[in-house]
């Protein structure tokens, strides 16, 4: 699967109503924010989010302290894939990521933390400090220190059990990122879907496989190969059986004569319609109408 391809896969699966619901469920439950993400990242993870640590809110607001961020995330994306992984900035934040995969492929990741495995103290803030005035954040800096020692603390125990409920619902996500893929293989293409549109539309004309192929912008050798494809007919089969049904919803009216119907539904002589009708519903259109309740 290609980068392009992975990365649509993760949006679907993120607006998907599963990866909703357990997201919110997660963060009522543990106070953290999820995300799942891309393997290859543009901004910092969990950026926006509802739970979001205030100290990493403010971080990624300088230019050089989100620069920081993002490269210490990007450690995730070019570690092995294959088992989960905790990253450590500069501050002594935390965050887990757990790999999701499609079969043996790796599409992305769940990451949560933002916490601190050890209580914060004013030595290590110090240190925190001498940083952030490197980065020009001295304005902000008793905003940084409520923020730090507000983080949430987590004993190692704790996040590994984190790491576990995660790695859980990863193995679920992955599996209903192979349902969506195998949805996506079996999608019917666009062109096709208006090509249908266009025959039902203009069924009665004297419709042509060259007509339905320009008005979809398709060469006619293309649309006629594409269309036995996804539909398993060849495209007269096709256009006939719409001709069909039109014709069966018609019969019912008693006032409109066989010959009338056959023109008005798109066929040129009476003879090719009862040949068409007798095939496709295994009687002629005189004999179909007869059976209908109230003749």
Same mark, same amino acid.
């Given at each position: ?82 088992? $989960? ?9 935390? +965050?887990? !990521?757990? &790999?999701?995969? %499609?079969? /043996? ?68 996500? $992955? ?9 996506? +293989?079996? !999608?019917? &293409?666009?062109? %096709?879907? /208006? ?101």
């Amino acid at each position: 699967m290609c980068n392009d391809g992975k990365i649509n896969l993760v949006d679907k699966l993120s607006r998907s109503q599963i990866y909703q619901d357990y997201e919110l469920a997660f963060g009522q439950t543990t106070g953290l924010p999820l995300t799942l993400r891309p393997v290859e990242l543009c901004q910092v993870v969990q950026q926006g989010k509802p739970r979001q640590n205030s100290f990493c809110a403010l971080m990624s607001q300088g230019t050089h302290s989100c620069a920081n961020c993002l490269q210490t995330q990007r450690k995730i994306s070019v570690a092995n894939g294959d088992a $989960s992984q905790t990253i450590v900035c500069f501050a002594g934040l935390c +965050e887990a !990521a757990v &790999p999701v995969k %499609i079969g /043996r492929e790796l599409v992305g990741y769940l990451q949560t933390g933002q916490v601190l495995r050890k209580k914060p103290t004013s030595a290590e803030f110090s240190r925190i400090s001498r940083k952030l005035v490197e980065w020009g954040l001295t304005s902000d800096l008793s905003r940084f220190e409520e923020a730090y020692f507000h983080t949430r603390v987590l004993d190692p125990e704790q996040l590994e059990s984190v790491v576990r409920l995660v790695s859980i619902f990863a193995q679920h996500l $992955s599996l209903v990122g192979n349902q969506v893929m195998v949805q996506e +293989e079996h !999608a019917e &293409p666009p062109n %096709i879907t /208006r090509a249908k549109e266009f025959i039902h539309q203009h069924q009665s004309e004297d419709l042509s496989l060259a007509r339905v192929a320009q008005a979809v912008n398709t060469s006619t050798f293309y649309f006629c190969k594409m269309f036995k494809k996804t539909t398993g007919l060849h495209f007269t089969d096709y256009l006939s059986r719409v001709r069909i049904e039109k014709a069966k919803n018609l019969l019912i009216n008693p006032n409109l004569r066989v010959s009338e119907i056959a023109y008005e539904v798109g066929f040129q002589s009476l003879t090719h319609f009862n040949r068409v009708f007798r095939k496709m519903a295994g009687e002629s259109p005189s004999d179909f109408r007869g059976q209908l309740p109230g003749n």
